[in-house]
Every structure is written in structure tokens, then in C-alpha cells.
């Protein structure tokens, strides 16, 4: 094994540009807007700035009347952004100049197997996501002319080195993953032609001037690919902050399709945006209570060396 464990992190220089990423499938509820304003507190206690990028990959479920709702939400809520919104939809051509990069040094290869394929064959890696086998990789020229020829449309997958990719998270602390037995080789386009997330949020974050990147700790096991994407693009990386998920009970994160805790109810419990945020900042540790309160209050007591200790617990905060 090829270890190379490395601390990513942004150029002394840059101004800190952080984002709201949010998915147009719904309203947001209490887990979005608690890991939208850690990013915000995390940016603008840096004197950095917000980008608004509408992560609309998934054309089906992404809906125009939620894309209007979510900018007025985060308003609401006093989420400030400086720069967007940025649609993904806009970007296809920014996405295949870097897939095709990734192509024509031989990293990628089609991938034709099936959900149940994958099902069958892959094996779950510490609860978070399944090792892809490597399959398709082994493929001969004629074994995959022969799908092709059956209808069988191909995915792409990125080839993975048996190497490890560590960074320091400044929620989590230090993180390290194999590539190639933690993850297997994974997909930077479907098969129906869509580009997918971690070759689309790579490619934008470092168009927008994205370095602070905060999102929920589900996503951490997805970071060493991207810090590999980034390093075989040749872009720059990014600071990160997995923060915990609020769950509606242990082991169940909260919903847009549950509707739990949504905004619109939110508001009809608390009243206010900022009874709403400061609740969430009483029980996530990010205030000492939960009384009602601005993220430009919050601000003022804000500490991004206290954000490794400051959650009562750094994966999961029972919503109440």
C-alpha cells in the first residue's frame, strides 16, 4: 500500500469562500439550516463570502417552485450570500471538459452493471457506502463490445490507486480512507449521460473560488475521492467541516420527503427566524441557550477553533 497521507487545506492568500449547496427536491428543514449557518459562521468569521449554488444534478426531482422557496428561506433566516445563485444545470459543459480530460489519460473505464449488480458484488465499508468490486475494470474489449451490443448502457468509473488520502477536518478531526479498499473505483458519470455529484461538485467549487466547505458528516467518506479528483484536475482544495446530522430519532436523519422539521412548520412553532435559529444553536452547542437569536449575533461568540469539541456529539443531535 501506498500511503499518502496529506492535510489539505487553502492558500494563506485566498479569501475564504464558503457555500450554500442546497437541492431543489423540497423545502428545507432544521438539518439544512443548521449546516448553513455553520457555513455561514465558519466564512464570515473569516471575513469570507457566500456562494448560492443550486445543486440541481437530478433534473427529475429538482423543481423551479423549490429553487424560488429556498433563496427565500435562506433570507428569512438572515443567511446572507454574496455571489449566485449557480445552477449545475448551466454547467454541463464545464463537467465534460473534465471528464474528458480524466478519458483521455485512460482513468476512466464503462461500467455496466446493474443496482443489483452492485448489490450482490460490493461490500459495505463501515456502514457508509459500498466497496465497488471492480467489476467492469477487468473487462476485455470484447466482453464489453458484447454489452454494448445487448443495449446495455455503460456508466464511467474513475480509476482508484491503492492509496491512502487523509485530511484534517476541522469538525471531525483526522480522516483517512483507502481508495481503492475503503471506496473501490466510483463514477464520474452515469449511464444515462448525467455527470455525476463528485465530479460536479469538484469541478464547481473551484470555478466558484469555493475553499470552505461545510456539510454533514455523512459526506465525509466522499472527501478523499474528491481531494483525489482535485489533485488529478489539478485544482486547488478546500478546508473542510463535516458537522453532525440532526436525526428525527438515533440512526434516522431528517427528511424533506418526511417533512420533518420543515420551515414552513418550523415557523409555526417558533414564530420567528430567529426563535427558529436560536433553538437550533441551543441544541447543536453552537449558543449556551436557546433563546431567540440572529446569525449575526452568533457571530459575535463565534470561535472556528472551538468548532472541534463544541457539538455535543460530532455525528448525529436528536431534534427536539
Not at 444534478?57 to 422557496?69: G, I, M, T, W, Y
Not at 450570500?81 to 473534465?98: I, K, V
Not at 418550523?266 to 441544541?283: N, Q, S, Y
Amino acid at each position: 500500500m501506498n500511503a499518502s497521507p496529506r492535510t489539505p487545506g487553502t492558500n494563506a492568500q485566498a479569501p475564504v469562500v464558503g457555500r450554500f449547496a442546497p437541492s431543489p427536491t423540497g423545502r428545507m428543514h432544521a438539518g439544512n439550516i443548521f449546516c448553513a449557518l455553520v457555513a455561514w459562521l465558519v466564512a464570515k468569521s473569516q471575513n469570507g463570502r457566500m456562494v448560492l449554488r443550486i445543486e440541481d444534478l437530478d433534473r427529475e426531482r429538482s423543481k423551479p417552485c423549490f429553487v424560488d422557496a429556498v433563496q427565500r428561506d435562506f433570507a428569512r433566516l438572515g443567511l446572507t450570500w454574496d455571489a449566485g445563485p449557480f445552477f449545475q444545470h448551466d454547467r454541463d459543459e464545464a463537467y465534460r471538459a473534465a471528464f474528458q480530460s480524466l478519458e483521455k489519460r485512460g482513468l476512466v473505464y464503462p461500467c455496466y452493471c446493474t443496482r443489483a449488480d452492485l448489490h450482490a458484488a460490493s461490500a459495505p465499508h463501515r456502514g457508509e457506502k459500498p466497496v465497488y468490486p471492480g467489476t467492469c475494470r477487468r473487462l476485455t474489449d470484447a466482453e464489453r463490445a458484447r454489452r454494448e451490443r445487448e443495449g446495455r448502457s455503460g456508466a464511467a468509473r474513475l480509476v482508484v490507486p491503492d492509496r491512502v488520502v487523509s485530511l484534517h477536518d476541522l469538525v471531525q478531526g483526522d480522516y483517512a480512507q483507502n481508495l481503492a479498499a475503503d471506496c473501490g473505483d466510483f463514477l464520474v458519470r452515469r449511464a444515462d449521460g448525467a455527470f455525476a455529484y463528485q465530479l460536479a461538485v469538484v469541478v464547481d467549487d473551484a470555478d466558484q473560488g469555493v475553499n470552505s466547505v461545510v456539510r454533514g458528516v455523512d459526506l465525509l467518506c466522499s472527501t478523499p475521492q474528491q481531494i483525489y479528483l482535485q489533485e488529478l484536475l489539478r485544482l486547488p482544495h478546500a478546508r473542510y467541516a463535516h458537522v453532525p446530522l440532526i436525526v428525527g430519532e438515533l440512526n434516522r436523519r431528517l427528511s424533506k420527503r418526511d417533512r420533518d422539521a420543515a420551515l414552513d412548520e418550523l415557523m409555526v412553532r417558533f414564530k420567528t427566524p430567529e426563535a427558529i435559529i436560536g433553538h437550533i444553536a441551543g441544541i447543536t452547542g453552537l449558543a449556551p441557550s436557546a433563546d431567540p437569536i440572529t446569525p449575526e449575533a452568533l457571530l459575535a461568540e463565534f470561535s472556528l477553533e472551538r468548532l472541534q469539541g463544541i457539538f455535543p456529539d460530532p455525528m448525529q443531535i436528536l431534534w427536539r
